[in-house]
Protein backbone atom coordinates (compact mmCIF):
# COMPACT_ATOMS: atom_id res chain seq x y z
CA UNK A 1 0.00 0.00 0.00
CA UNK A 2 1.08 3.29 -1.14
CA UNK A 3 1.21 5.96 1.87
CA UNK A 4 0.86 9.25 0.45
CA UNK A 5 2.06 11.28 3.65
CA UNK A 6 5.12 9.27 5.21
CA UNK A 7 6.63 10.10 7.70
CA UNK A 8 5.31 13.69 7.67
CA UNK A 9 4.34 15.80 10.81
CA UNK A 10 1.06 17.31 10.69
CA UNK A 11 -0.31 19.77 13.76
CA UNK A 12 -4.55 19.24 13.91
CA UNK A 13 -6.33 21.99 15.83
CA UNK A 14 -9.72 20.53 17.30
CA UNK A 15 -8.87 17.41 16.01
CA UNK A 16 -10.91 15.26 18.24
CA UNK A 17 -14.25 15.16 16.87
CA UNK A 18 -16.30 16.39 13.40
CA UNK A 19 -14.30 16.82 10.68
CA UNK A 20 -10.88 17.30 12.52
CA UNK A 21 -11.10 13.84 13.65
CA UNK A 22 -11.69 12.52 10.06
CA UNK A 23 -8.47 14.88 9.15
CA UNK A 24 -6.68 13.28 11.50
CA UNK A 25 -7.69 9.96 11.16
CA UNK A 26 -6.60 9.83 7.24
CA UNK A 27 -3.23 11.15 7.73
CA UNK A 28 -2.31 9.11 10.32
CA UNK A 29 -3.52 5.88 7.63
CA UNK A 30 -1.03 7.17 5.31
CA UNK A 31 1.97 7.75 7.47
CA UNK A 32 1.80 10.87 8.94
CA UNK A 33 2.80 11.76 12.40
CA UNK A 34 0.11 13.98 13.82
CA UNK A 35 -0.17 15.69 16.61
CA UNK A 36 -4.04 16.92 17.78
CA UNK A 37 -5.37 19.00 20.26
CA UNK A 38 -8.90 19.88 21.95
CA UNK A 39 -10.20 21.40 24.78
CA UNK A 40 -11.48 18.45 26.58
CA UNK A 41 -9.19 15.42 27.23
CA UNK A 42 -11.65 12.09 26.33
CA UNK A 43 -12.77 12.33 22.77
CA UNK A 44 -8.73 12.72 21.91
CA UNK A 45 -7.18 10.36 24.30
CA UNK A 46 -9.69 7.70 22.55
CA UNK A 47 -8.95 8.48 19.52
CA UNK A 48 -5.02 8.71 20.34
CA UNK A 49 -5.25 4.72 21.63
CA UNK A 50 -7.14 3.87 19.07
CA UNK A 51 -4.96 5.51 16.17
CA UNK A 52 -2.13 4.58 17.94
CA UNK A 53 -3.08 0.90 17.74
CA UNK A 54 -3.68 0.36 13.70
CA UNK A 55 -1.23 2.59 12.54
CA UNK A 56 0.67 3.00 10.14
CA UNK A 57 1.17 6.01 11.26
CA UNK A 58 0.89 7.50 14.89
CA UNK A 59 -0.32 10.62 16.59
CA UNK A 60 0.08 12.38 20.41
CA UNK A 61 -3.06 14.52 21.87
CA UNK A 62 -1.83 17.52 23.18
CA UNK A 63 -5.28 19.47 25.74
CA UNK A 64 -5.06 22.97 24.63
CA UNK A 65 -7.73 25.42 24.24
CA UNK A 66 -6.68 27.55 20.97
CA UNK A 67 -8.19 30.71 21.69
CA UNK A 68 -5.84 31.10 24.66
CA UNK A 69 -1.99 32.31 22.55
CA UNK A 70 -0.14 30.25 25.21
CA UNK A 71 -1.71 27.35 24.57
CA UNK A 72 -1.45 27.21 20.96
CA UNK A 73 2.34 27.95 21.60
CA UNK A 74 2.43 25.46 23.53
CA UNK A 75 0.98 22.73 20.77
CA UNK A 76 3.24 23.63 18.07
CA UNK A 77 6.31 23.06 20.86
CA UNK A 78 5.19 19.70 22.45
CA UNK A 79 5.07 19.12 18.28
CA UNK A 80 8.58 19.68 17.81
CA UNK A 81 10.03 18.06 20.73
CA UNK A 82 7.87 14.87 19.70
CA UNK A 83 8.15 14.91 16.51
CA UNK A 84 11.42 17.11 15.53
CA UNK A 85 9.78 19.10 12.37
CA UNK A 86 6.44 19.97 11.15
CA UNK A 87 5.44 19.63 7.57
CA UNK A 88 1.70 20.82 8.09
CA UNK A 89 -0.81 22.79 10.01
CA UNK A 90 -4.22 22.34 9.78
CA UNK A 91 -6.19 25.26 11.45
CA UNK A 92 -9.69 23.32 12.26
CA UNK A 93 -11.18 24.23 15.52
CA UNK A 94 -13.59 26.37 15.97
CA UNK A 95 -17.37 26.78 16.73
CA UNK A 96 -20.94 27.28 15.17
CA UNK A 97 -23.10 29.37 17.82
CA UNK A 98 -26.74 28.71 17.82
CA UNK A 99 -28.44 30.69 14.80
CA UNK A 100 -29.81 34.17 16.37
CA UNK A 101 -30.76 37.62 14.65
CA UNK A 102 -28.18 40.17 14.65
CA UNK A 103 -29.95 42.14 16.92
CA UNK A 104 -29.76 39.96 19.69
CA UNK A 105 -26.22 39.38 19.09
CA UNK A 106 -23.87 41.17 21.81
CA UNK A 107 -20.53 42.55 20.64
CA UNK A 108 -18.92 40.57 23.10
CA UNK A 109 -20.08 37.25 21.85
CA UNK A 110 -18.82 38.26 18.04
CA UNK A 111 -15.35 39.26 19.57
CA UNK A 112 -15.49 36.10 21.45
CA UNK A 113 -15.97 34.01 18.25
CA UNK A 114 -13.92 36.10 15.84
CA UNK A 115 -11.16 35.07 18.72
CA UNK A 116 -12.12 31.67 18.43
CA UNK A 117 -12.72 31.25 14.62
CA UNK A 118 -10.07 33.62 13.49
CA UNK A 119 -7.49 35.01 15.67
CA UNK A 120 -6.86 31.26 17.03
CA UNK A 121 -5.84 30.46 12.64
CA UNK A 122 -3.64 33.53 12.67
CA UNK A 123 -1.50 33.01 16.04
CA UNK A 124 -1.21 29.17 15.37
CA UNK A 125 0.14 29.75 11.67
CA UNK A 126 2.48 32.69 12.73
CA UNK A 127 4.11 30.22 15.78
CA UNK A 128 4.59 27.66 13.26
CA UNK A 129 5.29 29.24 9.91
CA UNK A 130 9.69 29.12 10.75
CA UNK A 131 9.43 25.46 10.99
CA UNK A 132 6.90 24.85 7.87
CA UNK A 133 9.47 27.16 6.25
CA UNK A 134 12.38 24.84 6.73
CA UNK A 135 10.28 22.02 5.58
CA UNK A 136 8.68 23.90 2.43
CA UNK A 137 5.13 22.84 4.28
CA UNK A 138 1.75 23.81 3.86
CA UNK A 139 -0.87 25.02 5.92
CA UNK A 140 -4.74 24.39 5.62
CA UNK A 141 -7.35 26.51 6.79
CA UNK A 142 -10.77 24.60 7.61
CA UNK A 143 -13.06 27.65 6.06
CA UNK A 144 -17.15 26.89 5.33
CA UNK A 145 -19.41 27.60 2.75
CA UNK A 146 -21.11 29.79 4.24
CA UNK A 147 -18.03 32.02 4.10
CA UNK A 148 -18.95 32.51 0.61
CA UNK A 149 -22.80 31.97 0.03
CA UNK A 150 -23.99 33.38 3.56
CA UNK A 151 -25.91 31.87 5.71
CA UNK A 152 -28.84 33.10 7.76
CA UNK A 153 -29.01 34.41 11.43
CA UNK A 154 -25.27 33.72 11.87
CA UNK A 155 -23.88 36.77 10.65
CA UNK A 156 -20.95 36.39 13.07
CA UNK A 157 -20.19 32.82 12.29
CA UNK A 158 -20.18 33.94 8.73
CA UNK A 159 -17.65 36.46 8.92
CA UNK A 160 -15.34 34.63 10.51
CA UNK A 161 -15.24 32.26 8.04
CA UNK A 162 -15.23 34.97 5.06
CA UNK A 163 -12.02 36.11 6.70
CA UNK A 164 -10.54 32.85 6.74
CA UNK A 165 -10.77 32.70 3.14
CA UNK A 166 -9.05 36.06 2.56
CA UNK A 167 -6.70 35.33 5.33
CA UNK A 168 -5.89 32.26 3.04
CA UNK A 169 -5.28 34.25 0.09
CA UNK A 170 -2.87 37.06 1.98
CA UNK A 171 -0.93 34.13 3.95
CA UNK A 172 -0.54 32.12 0.32
CA UNK A 173 1.09 35.76 -1.22
CA UNK A 174 3.68 36.29 2.12
CA UNK A 175 4.89 32.58 2.63
CA UNK A 176 5.22 31.84 -1.43
CA UNK A 177 9.05 33.14 -1.41
CA UNK A 178 9.37 30.28 1.52
CA UNK A 179 7.95 27.72 -0.86
CA UNK A 180 5.06 27.43 1.95
CA UNK A 181 1.76 26.78 0.23
CA UNK A 182 -1.55 28.16 2.12
CA UNK A 183 -4.91 26.88 1.05
CA UNK A 184 -8.50 26.77 2.19
CA UNK A 185 -11.16 24.02 2.01
CA UNK A 186 -14.86 25.23 2.71
CA UNK A 187 -16.80 22.09 3.87
CA UNK A 188 -20.95 22.03 2.89
CA UNK A 189 -23.24 20.54 5.54
CA UNK A 190 -20.46 17.43 6.94
CA UNK A 191 -22.48 15.10 9.48
CA UNK A 192 -20.74 15.72 12.68
CA UNK A 193 -21.44 16.05 16.19
CA UNK A 194 -21.93 19.31 16.21
CA UNK A 195 -24.42 19.56 13.45
CA UNK A 196 -26.25 16.92 15.17
CA UNK A 197 -26.51 19.09 17.87
CA UNK A 198 -27.25 22.24 16.53
CA UNK A 199 -30.20 19.70 14.88
CA UNK A 200 -31.44 18.47 18.08
CA UNK A 201 -32.00 21.94 18.87
CA UNK A 202 -35.05 22.04 16.80
CA UNK A 203 -38.44 21.04 16.90
CA UNK A 204 -38.02 17.86 14.50
CA UNK A 205 -34.43 16.69 14.60
CA UNK A 206 -34.96 14.39 11.52
CA UNK A 207 -36.71 16.64 9.11
CA UNK A 208 -33.46 18.89 10.07
CA UNK A 209 -31.24 16.32 9.08
CA UNK A 210 -33.20 15.49 5.87
CA UNK A 211 -33.29 19.14 5.17
CA UNK A 212 -29.23 19.21 5.68
CA UNK A 213 -29.15 16.35 3.42
CA UNK A 214 -31.43 17.68 0.51
CA UNK A 215 -29.43 20.69 0.10
CA UNK A 216 -26.71 19.25 -1.61
CA UNK A 217 -27.31 18.58 -5.54
CA UNK A 218 -25.73 14.90 -4.37
CA UNK A 219 -28.83 14.20 -1.77
CA UNK A 220 -26.27 13.66 1.02
CA UNK A 221 -24.12 15.22 3.31
CA UNK A 222 -20.35 14.62 3.20
CA UNK A 223 -18.59 12.59 5.62
CA UNK A 224 -15.65 13.37 8.45
CA UNK A 225 -13.29 11.20 6.00
CA UNK A 226 -14.32 12.58 2.86
CA UNK A 227 -13.10 15.93 4.65
CA UNK A 228 -9.85 14.05 5.58
CA UNK A 229 -9.08 12.86 1.82
CA UNK A 230 -9.37 16.23 0.75
CA UNK A 231 -7.03 17.72 3.49
CA UNK A 232 -4.44 15.21 2.34
CA UNK A 233 -4.93 16.13 -1.15
CA UNK A 234 -3.95 19.49 -0.60
CA UNK A 235 -0.95 18.51 1.71
CA UNK A 236 0.38 15.56 0.04
CA UNK A 237 -0.25 16.04 -3.88
CA UNK A 238 -1.38 19.46 -5.00
CA UNK A 239 1.88 21.14 -5.11
CA UNK A 240 1.05 23.86 -7.61
CA UNK A 241 -1.85 24.68 -5.69
CA UNK A 242 -1.81 27.65 -3.25
CA UNK A 243 -4.44 30.55 -1.86
CA UNK A 244 -7.41 28.37 -3.37
CA UNK A 245 -10.76 27.60 -1.71
CA UNK A 246 -11.63 24.04 -1.90
CA UNK A 247 -15.17 23.99 -2.05
CA UNK A 248 -16.08 20.42 -0.39
CA UNK A 249 -19.90 21.09 -0.80
CA UNK A 250 -21.74 18.18 -2.73
CA UNK A 251 -22.88 21.27 -5.11
CA UNK A 252 -24.55 23.00 -2.61
CA UNK A 253 -23.93 26.91 -3.85
CA UNK A 254 -24.96 25.65 -7.33
CA UNK A 255 -28.86 25.86 -9.17
CA UNK A 256 -31.82 27.85 -7.92
CA UNK A 257 -33.77 26.72 -4.46
CA UNK A 258 -37.02 28.19 -2.68
CA UNK A 259 -34.88 31.30 -1.40
CA UNK A 260 -37.70 34.07 -0.47
CA UNK A 261 -37.21 35.20 3.21
CA UNK A 262 -40.71 37.22 2.32
CA UNK A 263 -43.09 37.33 4.94
CA UNK A 264 -46.45 37.01 2.84
CA UNK A 265 -48.71 39.29 4.09
CA UNK A 266 -51.47 37.24 3.42
CA UNK A 267 -52.81 35.39 6.50
Known amino acids: MS??????????TGGSKGIGRGIVRVFVENGAKVAFCARESAAGEALETELNKTGPGSCKFVKSDIS??????RLIAVTVEQFGHIDCLVNNAG???????????????FRDLLNLNLVSYFLASKYVLPYLRERQGNIINIS??????????????????????S??????????????????????????????????????????????????????????????????????????????????????????????QIQSSQS
Open 167 to 260: MTKAMAVDESRYNVRVNCISPGNVITPLWEELAAQTPDTAATIKMGENAQLMGRMGTEAECGLAALYLAAEATFCTGIDLLLSGGAELNYGFKS
Open 68 to 73: KEEDIK
Open 95 to 109: WHPPHKPTDDTTAEE
Open 144 to 165: SLVGTIGQKDAAPYVATKGAII
Open 3 to 12: LRYHNKVAVV
